[in-house]
């Protein structure tokens, strides 16, 4: 069992940055793949960003490539998301997730292949 609880979101102008953080519990974090998804008002919930297990792969929506970055620290049971020249569309919930295969190389991006979710963090752009 994972608990996820995300921090860091907030209201930023167009143009600024955030970073979030989802810390874990339990001593499994360190297997897991883990990835970010976000749910914009109106819209289905999509996915943002995934990382491997050691931390030695990762992938992105189109949408946030080049403005995103995903990491992990696996000594601390956290994974981040640093958020660059953010723009109104990127409001939205944002939630992390841990997808349950242990030691997976398969990145998934979808959120059916992920058990364990935050409660959700809000990140507001002003333009």
């Known amino acids: 069992q994972v608990q996820l609880v995300e921090s860091g979101g907030g209201l930023v102008q167009a143009g600024g940055s955030l970073r979030l953080s989802c810390a874990a519990s339990g001593r499994s974090f360190s297997s897991y793949n883990m990835g970010w998804f976000r749910q914009r008002p109106g819209k289905e919930r999509e996915f943002v960003a995934a990382i491997m297990w050691s931390g030695g792969s990762t992938d992105y929506a189109d949408s946030v490539k080049g403005r995103f970055t995903i990491s992990r620290d696996n000594a601390k049971n956290t994974v981040f998301l640093r958020m660059n020249s953010l723009k109104p569309e990127d409001t939205a919930v944002y939630y992390c997730?841990?997808?349950?295969?242990?030691?997976?190389?398969?990145?998934?991006?979808?959120?059916?292949?992920?058990?364990?979710w935050g409660q959700g963090t809000q990140v507001t752009v002003s333009s």
């Open positions: 997730a841990a997808d349950p295969r242990p030691y997976t190389v398969v990145i998934r991006t979808t959120g059916k292949d992920y058990n364990y």
